[in-house]
């Protein structure tokens, strides 16, 4: 009977789903009241909250909340604003950075530790810890960190790196207490203690993690009482949390996850400008990718609409044309449109035939579970030049693991990091990452090289540096080493109780600051 | 009895051995490298060789085997390389979830199913009979994904009556824990609530066909006390044999369900571990369930021993 009377009620939901909406609160947003506990869902798993032992956004995020950096972009990353450093110069030959701290910057209270004051020697205990001890080097190149005085530290760079400020704002280099990290030792990723606007309560394992406001943060006081960042894996169960309920925001939404939100008109869907940019890259060590001609009539034969269209038929993507996204400084709109191509069948197959394939030839495109559907337009898209493309689909151990020891003859992926074009266009087509994911065809260009070394050595000011993008884009535009697919939005849902709430382009999740404090509305 | 547990128990270290041995080929075999998969895709490939060492994963596979196996022999399923935490830390913060859950959807399936079940085989031929076959077919064929979801569409999304997903924490109180268990154990419940369901009904109509029960019957004892003393207490055998499968399934195969109900339990562990390439807690984890899942056999052994004195395991005794 039971089982007869699940039917009835699944029948029953289905219906009620077709015909109506949901009944979740809503109110109007108005003056910022404080309290309440906001939940966001986080769509991967956390496993450590040490900046030298973090390896995901999810857990950078959550960090966010708990410490601070030097530095900071600000909310929709178009500049550094600063952070526990009020101020900083840069000496005349870019090799040197001193900031000036904040004085009223205190620790939150730890197991090892009463709360005590931030201090230069804590910047530089920190620093020094993720320059030796990171896995992922999130720092480099430094010579040598000195403090001045208690509130003024100087870092001496190897080399003038014009990206070092981006570099700093990344989690991995946020400020530590020592006491606290030694006093935890390994499992002081599980009790992070910082100088953030929430403090660290709670770890659920596989579950959440919840943070309470702190009450002595040097910026304004947060409006909530607590943040709490739930770990919900599949796409549809995040939408279904946010619309029954369970959380306020919902993250990283995908597929048709994106639709079930835009249905609701309880809930508020966001889709901004994101840092995230995807591309079909090619072998250029072995295989008929290594010719220009053949890349040039692949770029050719590529309805790139098309692929969006199926494969972002929920939205969430625009249809890309340089290899930074739009949400980077370097991005230049004159020559993403001198790069883009309309789709001439018989041109590429001319081109083709010219490079020695007349008809065509036999191939494999590596792509991860998610993007079989691009995948798939795309093989399709080949066949009328007469390129057979077989689809491997593997999982992202695998993916990584074949691309970066140049064993893909096509791969797609996307890449996304800070908003500074280094991040971008050094990872990606410099020859010195060849054996990286990054650069995983073992793309390799040396006047490309020279211009990419040249934009973070000579200068710090961006007009400049994005001049020199601007030359290197053209260089890797004529090249093409990838066919430029979407750039990706940062695609999320809220309740209509949150307000001040954004994620940044990078997909960085601020809570509260000195630029930004999320409220509830009763 | 004794004896024959201690053999059981001895029996268990080749079983661990081999168990250990194919998990360690298996995971070996897989391509993707775990320190590339741990730094993601930004990271240098000087960083990636760095992390290997670190992780003891350019040692040769025989040398990785050879330090995995002494550390299984002092009792240590080794550390984590995502985590950072040793592998039994994390198994037993996990397990006890994942022993809520298949306890619950087993209770569930076990109060549903073996009524069902008796009164099928009872009433052979009439439209229950009928009825609960029926269910119980869709109740394998449904899958479990599509039904957490339809369920969660309809109790949380759509009515608000349950939360969607999660575990209630120590703090959160009774009905929250309740409320949070429903929907994931009633969607875990109904692959076991089939099967028992089928073998009730099976066991039943056989035993229910032997003489003593007719003799029973022609004795004047009531229906009731015909089918539960003498029917149902004979047919638990079998019961207990699929119950015995279905637990120890249930306790390494609930992934699914965790998953759709962020359910913080060793399916989920297991998972990530398998995309983290986290080898190690691979390895214990399928350890653990191992030893679980012989453990649970040898509990289903000595039941049937309380269930049927007849049953004898005294090899020295002929029958």
Same mark, same amino acid.
């Given at each position: 009977?039971?089982?007869?009377?699940?039917?009835?009620?699944?029948?029953?939901?289905?219906?009620?789903?077709?015909?109506?909406?949901?009944?979740?609160?809503?109110?109007?947003?108005?003056?910022?009241?404080?309290?309440?506990?906001?939940?966001?869902?986080?769509?991967?798993?956390?496993?450590?909250?040490?900046?030298?032992?973090?390896?995901?956004?999810?857990?950078?995020?959550?960090?966010?909340?708990?410490?601070?950096?030097?530095?900071?972009?600000?909310?929709?990353?178009?500049?550094?604003?600063?952070?526990?450093?009020?101020?900083?110069?840069?000496?005349?030959?870019?090799?040197?950075?001193?900031?000036?701290?904040?004085?009223?910057?205190?620790?939150?209270?730890?197991?090892?530790?009463?709360?005590?004051?931030?201090?230069?020697?804590?910047?530089?205990?920190?620093?020094?810890?993720?320059?030796?001890?990171?896995?992922?080097?999130?720092?480099?190149?430094?010579?040598?960190?000195?403090?001045?005085?208690?509130?003024?530290?100087?870092?001496?760079?190897?080399?003038?790196?014009?990206?070092?400020?981006?570099?700093?704002?990344?989690?991995?280099?946020?400020?530590?207490?020592?006491?606290?990290?030694?006093?935890?030792?390994?499992?002081?990723?599980?009790?992070?203690?910082?100088?953030?606007?929430?403090?660290?309560?709670?770890?659920?394992?596989?579950?959440?993690?919840?943070?309470?406001?702190?009450?002595?943060?040097?910026?304004?006081?947060?409006?909530?009482?607590?943040?709490?960042?739930?770990?919900?894996?599949?796409?549809?169960?995040?939408?279904?949390?946010?619309?029954?309920?369970?959380?306020?925001?919902?993250?990283?939404?995908?597929?048709?996850?994106?639709?079930?939100?835009?249905?609701?008109?309880?809930?508020?869907?966001?889709?901004?400008?994101?840092?995230?940019?995807?591309?079909?890259?090619?072998?250029?060590?072995?295989?008929?990718?290594?010719?220009?001609?053949?890349?040039?009539?692949?770029?050719?034969?590529?309805?790139?609409?098309?692929?969006?269209?199926?494969?972002?038929?929920?939205?969430?993507?625009?249809?890309?044309?340089?290899?930074?996204?739009?949400?980077?400084?370097?991005? #230049? %709109?004159? @020559?993403?449109?001198?790069?883009?191509? &309309?789709? !001439?069948?018989? $041109?590429? *197959?001319?081109?083709?035939?010219? +490079?020695?394939?007349?008809?065509?030839?036999?191939?494999?495109?590596?792509?991860?579970?998610?993007?079989?559907?691009?995948?798939?337009?795309?093989?399709?898209?080949?066949?009328?030049?007469?390129?057979?493309?077989?689809?491997?689909?593997?999982?992202?151990?695998?993916?990584?693991?074949?691309?970066?020891?140049?064993?893909?003859?096509?791969?797609?992926?996307?890449?996304?990091?800070?908003?500074?074009?280094?991040?971008?266009?050094?990872?990606?087509?410099?020859?010195?990452?060849?054996?990286?994911?990054?650069?995983?065809?073992?793309?390799?260009?040396?006047?490309? #090289? %020279?211009? @990419?070394?040249?934009?973070?050595?000579? &200068?710090? !000011?961006?007009? $400049?540096? *994005?001049?020199?993008?601007?030359? +290197?884009?053209?260089?890797?535009?004529?090249?093409?080493?990838?066919?430029?697919?979407?750039?990706?939005?940062?695609?999320?849902?809220?309740?209509?109780?949150?307000?001040?709430?954004?994620?940044?382009?990078?997909?960085?999740?601020?809570?509260?600051?000195?630029?930004?404090?999320?409220?509830?509305?009763? | 009895?004794?004896?024959?547990?201690?053999?059981?128990?001895?029996?268990?270290?080749?079983?661990?051995?081999?168990?250990?041995?194919?998990?360690?080929?298996?995971?070996?075999?897989?391509?993707?490298?775990?320190?590339?998969?741990?730094?993601?895709?930004?990271?240098?490939?000087?960083?990636?060789?760095?992390?290997?060492?670190?992780?003891?994963?350019?040692?040769?596979?025989?040398?990785?085997?050879?330090?995995?196996?002494?550390?299984?022999?002092?009792?240590?399923?080794?550390?984590?390389?995502?985590?950072?935490?040793?592998?039994?830390?994390?198994?037993?913060?996990?397990?006890?979830?994942?022993?809520?859950?298949?306890?619950?959807?087993?209770?569930?399936?076990?109060?549903?199913?073996?009524?069902?079940?008796?009164?099928?085989?009872?009433?052979?031929?009439?439209?229950?009979?009928?009825?609960?076959?029926?269910?119980?077919?869709?109740?394998?064929?449904?899958?479990?994904?599509?039904?957490?979801?339809?369920?969660?569409?309809?109790?949380?999304?759509?009515?608000?009556?349950?939360?969607?997903?999660?575990?209630?924490?120590?703090?959160?109180?009774?009905?929250?824990?309740?409320?949070?268990?429903?929907?994931?154990?009633?969607?875990?419940?109904?692959?076991?609530?089939?099967?028992?369901?089928?073998?009730?009904?099976?066991?039943?109509?056989?035993?229910?066909?032997?003489?003593?029960?007719?003799?029973?019957?022609?004795?004047?004892?009531?229906?009731?006390?015909?089918?539960?003393?003498?029917?149902?207490?004979?047919?638990?055998?079998?019961?207990?044999?699929?119950?015995?499968?279905?637990?120890?399934?249930?306790?390494?195969?609930?992934?699914?369900?965790?998953?759709?109900?962020?359910?913080?339990?060793?399916?989920?562990?297991?998972?990530?571990?398998?995309?983290?390439?986290?080898?190690?807690?691979?390895?214990?984890?399928?350890?653990?369930?191992?030893?679980?899942?012989?453990?649970?056999?040898?509990?289903?052994?000595?039941?049937?021993?309380?269930?049927?004195?007849?049953?004898?395991?005294?090899?020295?005794?002929?029958?």
């Amino acid at each position: 009977m039971l089982k007869k009377f699940f039917a009835l009620i699944i029948v029953a939901c289905l219906l009620a789903l077709t015909a109506c909406g949901t009944n979740t609160t809503s109110s109007g947003s108005g003056k910022a009241v404080d309290g309440g506990t906001l939940k966001i869902g986080l769509s991967s798993n956390i496993a450590s909250l040490d900046p030298i032992g973090y390896t995901s956004t999810y857990e950078s995020n959550v960090m966010r909340s708990i410490f601070d950096t030097l530095v900071k972009y600000n909310n929709d990353n178009s500049k550094i604003v600063p952070s526990l450093a009020k101020s900083w110069t840069i000496s005349k030959d870019n090799k040197s950075y001193t900031f000036n701290l904040r004085t009223n910057v205190y620790f939150q209270k730890g197991k090892f530790q009463k709360g005590r004051k931030m201090t230069a020697s804590d910047v530089k205990y920190s620093l020094e810890r993720s320059l030796n001890q990171s896995a992922m080097h999130r720092i480099r190149d430094i010579k040598k960190i000195t403090v001045i005085n208690n509130h003024q530290v100087k870092i001496d760079l190897d080399t003038p790196y014009a990206a070092f400020l981006p570099m700093l704002t990344d989690m991995g280099n946020a400020i530590v207490p020592k006491e606290e990290v030694k006093g935890w030792g390994d499992k002081f990723g599980m009790h992070p203690v910082g100088t953030g606007a929430f403090t660290f309560k709670k770890w659920v394992a596989d579950s959440y993690v919840l943070v309470d406001r702190n009450s002595k943060y040097w910026g304004p006081k947060p409006h909530l009482d607590a943040v709490k960042f739930a770990i919900i894996g599949d796409p549809n169960t995040m939408s279904n949390s946010l619309a029954s309920g369970d959380i306020d925001v919902a993250t990283n939404l995908q597929g048709p996850s994106i639709l079930t939100i835009k249905k609701n008109k309880n809930l508020n869907f966001v889709s901004d400008q994101g840092l995230q940019v995807s591309y079909l890259s090619f072998n250029f060590k072995s295989g008929p990718t290594k010719k220009l001609k053949v890349r040039q009539a692949i770029k050719l034969a590529m309805d790139k609409e098309d692929l969006l269209k199926g494969s972002f038929k929920y939205g969430g993507a625009k249809v890309a044309d340089l290899p930074l996204p739009r949400a980077s400084w370097g991005y #230049d %709109q004159k @020559l993403a449109d001198q790069n883009k191509t &309309t789709v !001439d069948v018989k $041109k590429a *197959k001319k081109l083709l035939k010219e +490079a020695g394939y007349p008809n065509g030839f036999n191939t494999n495109v590596y792509v991860v579970p998610a993007r079989v559907p691009i995948a798939t337009i795309f093989q399709s898209q080949m066949k009328k030049i007469g390129i057979n493309v077989s689809i491997k689909t593997v999982e992202w151990g695998t993916f990584s693991d074949t691309v970066s020891k140049a064993k893909a003859p096509m791969y797609i992926m996307s890449w996304s990091w800070y908003p500074d074009p280094d991040f971008f266009l050094y990872q990606m087509f410099d020859s010195k990452q060849i054996g990286s994911l990054g650069n995983g065809g073992g793309y390799q260009n040396k006047q490309l #090289d %020279q211009l @990419l070394t040249k934009a973070t050595a000579d &200068t710090t !000011d961006q007009a $400049k540096r *994005k001049a020199i993008y601007g030359q +290197a884009l053209e260089i890797i535009n004529k090249d093409i080493p990838h066919v430029n697919l979407f750039d990706q939005d940062v695609v999320y849902g809220t309740s209509k109780k949150v307000h001040g709430f954004t994620i940044s382009p990078d997909s960085s999740i601020t809570i509260a600051s000195d630029q930004t404090n999320a409220w509830l509305s009763k | 009895m004794l004896k024959f547990i201690i053999k059981r128990l001895i029996n268990l270290i080749p079983t661990l051995f081999i168990v250990a041995a194919i998990v360690f080929i298996i995971t070996r075999m897989i391509p993707g490298d775990p320190a590339s998969v741990l730094l993601g895709p930004q990271a240098s490939a000087s960083d990636v060789h760095r992390l290997r060492e670190q992780l003891g994963l350019n040692d040769s596979v025989f040398v990785q085997f050879i330090k995995y196996l002494n550390d299984l022999i002092h009792f240590n399923l080794g550390q984590s390389f995502a985590y950072k935490q040793p592998v039994l830390t994390l198994i037993l913060e996990r397990f006890p979830n994942t022993l809520i859950l298949t306890f619950c959807a087993f209770f569930i399936a076990l109060l549903v199913s073996i009524p069902a079940g008796v009164i099928a085989a009872t009433r052979k031929g009439s439209w229950m009979d009928y009825l609960f076959t029926v269910t119980s077919l869709f109740g394998i064929s449904i899958p479990v994904f599509w039904l957490g979801l339809m369920l969660v569409l309809l109790f949380s999304v759509t009515l608000g009556w349950l939360p969607a997903t999660g575990m209630a924490s120590s703090g959160d109180g009774a009905l929250a824990f309740i409320t949070h268990l429903i929907l994931p154990s009633v969607t875990l419940s109904t692959i076991p609530m089939a099967n028992f369901s089928r073998i009730t009904r099976a066991s039943m109509l056989e035993v229910m066909n032997q003489d003593y029960i007719t003799a029973a019957k022609a004795k004047g004892v009531s229906h009731f006390f015909v089918v539960m003393k003498h029917g149902f207490k004979n047919a638990l055998t079998p019961i207990l044999t699929v119950a015995g499968m279905e637990v120890s399934s249930l306790l390494g195969g609930a992934v699914l369900t965790e998953t759709i109900f962020s359910w913080p339990g060793m399916g989920q562990l297991i998972v990530e571990a398998i995309n983290k390439r986290d080898y190690i807690v691979v390895q214990g984890s399928v350890i653990f369930l191992a030893v679980l899942y012989v453990l649970i056999n040898l509990a289903v052994d000595i039941l049937y021993k309380v269930v049927n004195p007849k049953i004898s395991y005294d090899t020295k005794g002929g029958k």
